[in-house]
């Protein structure tokens, strides 16, 4: 097939970009013909790609951005011939929209009623965000992330038909329990590394909607945490460690570039405790590393995990420490990482691939149909 996908950047940081970047690769290798419409590339991301430059134009609001990449992208797609347009951005003109997030309008409903009437009749932003929202609905195939976008969907735009689950996937052998044992093994020969105490790991970028304020609290003695992300109120964390006692038990990392297995090999469990989440790609990768996991049931990935089999389900402080304390059992870590990595081998990035493949095909088929019912009439 000849495919055109819109995203806005197509990186490999970034939850939807890398999830972008790693299905569409596998589309290519499978033996499509690709061309990314997109404001900025990784080049090395491209691999025989052609790249389509959309103007990144009106940078000064987000919403105003959102509107001119759609405008900008429909207008480089006006004349030309595809067989599939897949887009993973709010737009008006795709075959196959893939849905990273939750709604706006279900954002609204987090609000108090004075201010959800304000952003939602006097808010021009909202007013555009909803407006992009209801036409993207309305692409003929819609794929979720995860079981909680699909119902979402449904609950906020009363849509099932033409809705499907494709989660993101893991590269399994990137992520492998070999190649954390290697690095696993290059950190214990360095001197004053090696620790008894259980190592928990968050990843994320966004502190308070991942959960930190309830994890630094939980983190207790005979037990330590590492941050890797650059969140907000940084120094505010470090106080709530502090007024925890934990300041000498709580690592902030900060931002990493490159490879992640490092600090996989330094955990003995990763932790996710999100109040809302999309997916969660992190505990993806930390099951194909062999590692257990404790996921807030509000991340859209918990759906992976088979409580008190390859994790623990718990958002709040106390139900994450109690899952803790019994992750401080290194034979139930190790039965729990087992079976938490045969998990992730049924998730990589050459299933999602093969998942789209069937999804695009089933749009053209269904366009065909169309088209032989019309001549016939």
């Not at 954390?180 to 308070?208: H, K």
């Not at 505010?236 to 490879?259: I, P």
Request: with cysteine; aromatic share 8%; hydrophobic share 40%.
């Amino acid at each position: 097939m000849k495919i055109a996908v819109l995203v806005k950047r197509f990186i490999l940081s970034g939850g939807a970009e890398r999830y972008a970047v790693e299905v569409t690769r596998r589309l290519k290798a499978r033996g499509h013909e690709i061309h990314i419409y997109a404001r900025s590339v990784d080049e090395s991301a491209l691999a025989g790609m052609q790249h389509i430059k959309v103007p990144n134009k009106h940078t000064y609001a987000s919403v105003a951005n959102s509107l001119s990449f759609a405008r900008e992208a429909a207008q480089l797609l006006a004349g030309k011939q595809y067989d599939i347009i897949h887009s993973h951005e709010r737009g008006y003109r795709q075959d196959v929209l893939t849905v990273h997030t939750f709604s706006y309008k279900s954002g609204l409903d987090r609000y108090s009623w004075i201010r959800r009437m304000d952003q939602k009749y006097l808010s021009p932003r909202s007013w555009i965000y909803l407006w992009l929202e209801k036409r993207q609905m309305t692409s003929p195939r819609l794929v979720a992330v995860s079981p909680l976008i699909r119902e979402d969907i449904k609950n906020y735009y009363q849509r099932t038909k033409g809705v499907q689950v494709i989660p993101p996937g893991v590269d399994v052998d990137w992520f492998h329990p070999d190649r954390i044992a290697e690095c696993r093994a290059r950190n214990n020969a360095q001197p004053g590394t090696v620790s008894n105490d259980l190592t928990v790991l968050f990843v994320g970028s966004e502190f308070r909607r991942k959960g930190l304020d309830h994890l630094i609290p939980a983190i207790g003695d005979k037990m330590r945490l590492l941050i890797v992300g650059r969140g907000e109120h940084l120094e505010q964390y470090r106080k709530l460690a502090a007024s925890c006692g934990a300041s000498k038990r709580v690592e902030f990392v900060g931002h990493v570039d490159g490879d992640m297995r490092k600090y996989y090999a330094l955990a003995d469990v990763v932790v996710l405790p999100s109040l809302r989440e999309a997916f969660g790609m992190s505990i993806l990768e930390a099951m194909a590393c062999g590692l257990p996991v404790v996921v807030s049931p509000a991340a859209g990935v918990a759906y992976l995990i088979e409580e008190g089999r390859t994790g623990f389900l718990a958002g709040e402080a106390g139900a994450l420490h109690g899952a803790l304390l019994r992750l401080q059992d290194g034979t139930l870590r190790k039965d729990m990482g087992r079976l938490a990595r045969l998990v992730a081998e049924e998730y990589s990035w050459d299933r999602a691939a093969a998942a789209y493949d069937e999804v695009f095909s089933d749009v053209l088929n269904t366009r065909k149909a169309a088209s032989k019912r019309t001549v016939a009439r």
